[in-house]
């Protein structure tokens, strides 16, 4: 079953193939207005606002912190009753680096605040982070996605590989069209990886 949404779809193959081309659409109209102009970079704020352009037209529970406990594999993101708490620490955190910004991300992936959606939104919040401080972006297409993948599976025990993978695909191409959606493009292929669970864990 898929989960609820919008458009009235029950098939979760059909609701993925839906998700991905309303989004992708609406991350390319994002990168082309100043929706997140007043918004600061870093923050959780700017993440939901992310979130919400996104999948607003797929969930109602665009933009707003999850309600359910989530895991994946053996791993259990934050508790709800602890997510709000863990959404203001990672907020708190300094971005004032390369290791500082990633380790940001690192966190934020681990509280994933969001119902569905998660991987996505974060990308852009961490690029918007590198653009802001570092006048750098990932060229996420110089990114292997299994290394990827392990290395953010390890990330929170061990952050050393992620921020070793990141850091070799930096470019200074930061208004790039072109890089941004291979940003976009691959986001749909790092997110099969999400199988979750839902519910009272």
């Known amino acids: 079953m898929a989960i609820e949404n919008k458009l009235g779809i029950r098939d979760s193959a059909e609701l993925a193939r839906m998700e991905e081309?309303?989004?992708?659409?609406?991350?390319?109209?994002?990168?082309?207005?100043?929706?997140?102009?007043?918004?600061?970079?870093?923050?959780?704020?700017?993440?939901?606002?992310?979130?919400?352009?996104?999948?607003?037209?797929?969930?109602?529970?665009?933009?707003k912190v999850r309600d359910v406990n989530l895991a994946k594999g053996n791993f259990r993101f934050a508790p709800v009753m602890y997510l709000h708490a863990a959404i203001e620490n990672v907020?708190?955190?300094?971005?004032?680096?390369?290791?500082?910004?990633?380790?940001?991300?690192?966190?934020?992936?681990?509280?994933?605040?969001?119902?569905?959606?998660?991987?996505?939104?974060?990308?852009?919040?961490?690029?918007l982070m590198l653009k802001k401080e570092l006048?750098?972006?990932?060229?996420?297409?110089l990114v292997d996605k299994d290394d990827y993948l392990l290395a953010m599976e390890r990330s929170p025990i061990k952050d050393i590989e992620i921020k070793h993978i990141l850091k070799q695909a930096l470019t200074?191409?930061?208004d790039d069209r072109e890089i941004y959606m291979k940003g976009i493009d691959h986001?749909?292929?790092?997110?099969?990886?999400?199988v979750y669970k839902a519910g009272e864990l």
């Open 135 to 141: 006048n750098l972006v990932v060229d996420w297409s």
């Open 91 to 127: 907020e708190k955190m300094p971005q004032s680096n390369f290791d500082e910004i990633v380790e940001k991300y690192v966190e934020m992936n681990i509280a994933h605040p969001f119902r569905e959606g998660n991987g996505r939104s974060t990308r852009i919040w961490l690029d």
């Open 172 to 174: 200074d191409k930061i």
């Open 21 to 63: 081309k309303i989004s992708k659409k609406k991350a390319v109209e994002l990168f082309g207005n100043d929706d997140l102009k007043n918004y600061k970079e870093g923050t959780f704020c700017m993440l939901a606002a992310i979130h919400k352009y996104l999948f607003e037209q797929i969930y109602d529970f665009a933009g």
């Open 187 to 194: 986001s749909y292929y790092y997110e099969g990886y999400a």
